[in-house]
C-alpha cells in the first residue's frame, strides 16, 4: 500500500472518498466503465450487513430464491411508467450463440416484472397468499455519472418482493422492511437516518407509494440508503396476478417491493471516516480487534508473541472478529497507519513492557492520538475489549446523530432554504405541489429527500409559495 496521504475532507470530500475506497482495498474499478470490483475487504463488510438483514427477513417470515438476470423486452412494456423510468438505464442482449435473438433481453435493472410474470402463474387462490420472497444479487443500470460503491453501473443488493390479499396487509409489509432498514442503518451501521415518504416526483417507477431512509454524510448532502414500496394493483393488472378469494371472487393481489444495496458501504464510510481513512462501527467491521506486537530483538519477539498469542485465543474464544498483525517487513508505526486507513475499531499494542506490566494498550479508531489510548490488565481482557467496542459502537452514532441535528435548519423564507441547502438540510412546510418542489431543485439543486413519517402536529406555511401546507419534508442536496 501506497503511503501517500489522503486529501482532507475539507480540501476534497469527493476525492477523498474515492481514495479511501482504493487504499482501504474496498473496491476497485472493472475494465468495464462504470463498473466496479469490490475486493474482499469491500465484501466482507457487504457480508456482515447482508447477515444482519437476511436474519430480520427471515424472521419475519420472508424466504430467499433467485430469479434470472435476462428478462424478455416485451416484459418492460407491460407497465407504463415503469419501463419510462428505467428505459434510459437498461442494458439490452440482442444477440446470443452467435444469432440475432428474435426478442431482446434486458439485463435486469431490477426484477419486479419477471417476479410479476412468475407469481401470476403460482398464485391462485387466497390460500397461496401472502408471498414474501426476497432475492440476493446484482442488477445493471446503464448510469452516466458512476462512483465506487454510491452508483454504478452493475451492484450489488437484496430486492424483496411481496405479494398480499389486501391493501391493509401490504401497506404494513411496506412499513415493516422499513422499519427493518432503519434497524440495520441505525443499529448496525451506526448511521442515524429518517424514515420518511418520498414525493410523488421522487418515487419509484411504478410505484404508488415509495418509503426511504436518508442520512446525512460529512459532506451534508442527503444519501437515500435503502426504499420500501407499495405498488397497489399497477403491477398485478400488467401481469394478471390474480386470486379467488374466501368468496370465490376473482381478485387483483397487492404488491411491495423493497431493496438496500452497497451503497450502503458508501454511506459507512462517508458518515464515519476521518482524515485517516475509515472507521468502521464495530457491529458490522470485518475485523474488530487489530493486535500489534512491539518488539526489537529475538528475545522481545519470543515474550511479545507468547503474549499476543494468547490474547488472541482468548478474543477469538469470546467470538471477537480480529487479526494478529505479525508482519516482520513493515514497522509497528507503519501498521498502525494501515489498520487506521482500513477502520479497525480497534487496536491492541503489546511490547516487552506491558509484557512486564500484565498488561495492553488499547488504542480506539474513533479517539483519535492519545486521548484514544488506555492501558488495561491482560487478566479479564476479553470483557475489556467487547465493553469497548460497544462504547465505540454508540459513540459514533451519538456523534453522527449529534452532526446531523446540528446540520438541519428550518429557515423562516424561501431566501433563507437557499442558503440553507447550499451547506445543509432544511426541514420546511410543503403544500405538495411538484411546481414548488421544482423550483428548489431550479434555484438550488436540492431535492425533496422525505416528509418523515412523524410529523409536526399542525400545520404551516409552504416554504416556496406561501400557501397553506399539513406537512413537512427535507429539501437537501444529494447523492
Known amino acids: 500500500m501506497a503511503e501517500e496521504k489522503l486529501p482532507t475532507r475539507a480540501e476534497d470530500f469527493a476525492e477523498w472518498y474515492n481514495q479511501i475506497v482504493l487504499k482501504a482495498e474496498m473496491a476497485d474499478y472493472a475494465p468495464v466503465r462504470g463498473c ?12 456482515n450487513i447482508t447477515a444482519e438483514l437476511d436474519k430480520r427477513f427471515k424472521e419475519t417470515g420472508h424466504i430467499n430464491a433467485a430469479f434470472p438476470i435476462l428478462i424478455p423486452m416485451s416484459f418492460f412494456e407491460k407497465e407504463k411508467e415503469h419501463v419510462e423510468g428505467f428505459s434510459p438505464e437498461l442494458a439490452v442482449v440482442t444477440h446470443g450463440g452467435g444469432e440475432k435473438l428474435e426478442e431482446p433481453l434486458v439485463v435486469r435493472p431490477t426484477s419486479e416484472t419477471i417476479i410479476g410474470y412468475m407469481y401470476s402463474k403460482w398464485i391462485k387462490s387466497w390460500r397461496d397468499l401472502p408471498v414474501l420472497i426476497n432475492q440476493w444479487g446484482s442488477v445493471l443500470r446503464w448510469e452516466l455519472r458512476t462512483k465506487l460503491f454510491l452508483r454504478t453501473a452493475e451492484f ?18 411496506m412499513y415493516r422492511i422499513l422499519d427493518i432498514y432503519a434497524d440495520v442503518a441505525i443499529n448496525e451501521a451506526a448511521i442515524p ?3 420518511g415518504r418520498k414525493s410523488e416526483t421522487e418515487k419509484f417507477a411504478g410505484a404508488q407509494i415509495t418509503t426511504s431512509i436518508e442520512g446525512m454524510m460529512q459532506d451534508k448532502r442527503a444519501l437515500q440508503s435503502a426504499t420500501s414500496h407499495y405498488f397497489g394493483q399497477n403491477f398485478s393488472k400488467a401481469f394478471e396476478m390474480q386470486y379467488l378469494d374466501r368468496n370465490n371472487t376473482l381478485q387483483y393481489c397487492e404488491t411491495t417491493s423493497w431493496g438496500l444495496s ?17 472507521i468502521l462501527p464495530p457491529r458490522i467491521a470485518p475485523i474488530q480487534v487489530v493486535i500489534v506486537p512491539i518488539y526489537k530483538n529475538g528475545a522481545e519477539k519470543t515474550k511479545v508473541m507468547e503474549v499476543a498469542d494468547k490474547v488472541f485465543a482468548e478474543l477469538k474464544a469470546a467470538g471477537i472478529r480480529l487479526k494478529l498483525d505479525d508482519r516482520e517487513e513493515v514497522t509497528p508505526g507503519f501498521k498502525y497507519n494501515d489498520w487506521e486507513m482500513r477502520g479497525v475499531p480497534l487496536r491492541i499494542e503489546i511490547g516487552p513492557k506491558d509484557v512486564e506490566k500484565g498488561s495492553v494498550a488499547l488504542a480506539r479508531r474513533d479517539v483519535p492520538g492519545r486521548d484514544g489510548k488506555s492501558f488495561v490488565p491482560q487478566t479479564n481482557l476479553a470483557a475489556a475489549v467487547s465493553g469497548m467496542l460497544t462504547e465505540i459502537q454508540s459513540s459514533l452514532l451519538k456523534r453522527a446523530t449529534e452532526f446531523r441535528d ?4 428550518d429557515p423562516k423564507d424561501y431566501e433563507e432554504l437557499k442558503k440553507v441547502v447550499a451547506d445543509g438540510w432544511a426541514f420546511s ?10 423550483k428548489v431543485k431550479e434555484d438550488t439543486k436540492a431535492t425533496t429527500r422525505n416528509m418523515p413519517l412523524d410529523q ?6 409552504c416554504i416556496v409559495c406561501g400557501e397553506k401546507a399539513d406537512k413537512k419534508i427535507y429539501f437537501a442536496r444529494a447523492y
Do not use: F
Not at 262 to 278: E, P, S, Y
Not at 406 to 409: F, T, V
Open 429 to 438: 412546510w410543503w403544500c405538495g405541489s411538484k411546481e414548488c418542489e421544482a
Open 193 to 195: 437516518v429518517i424514515k
Open 406 to 409: 446540528a446540520n438541519i435548519h
Open 262 to 278: 452497497t451503497r450502503m458501504i458508501g454511506a459507512i464510510i462517508m458518515v464515519h471516516g476521518d482524515d485517516k481513512g475509515l
Open 456 to 461: 409536526p402536529k399542525g400545520e404551516g406555511k
Open 36 to 47: 466496479m470490483v469490490v475486493r474482499p475487504y469491500g465484501w466482507a463488510l457487504w457480508e
Open 156 to 173: 450489488y443488493w437484496q430486492e424483496g418482493h411481496t405479494a398480499h390479499a389486501s391493501k391493509e396487509e401490504a401497506l404494513e409489509e
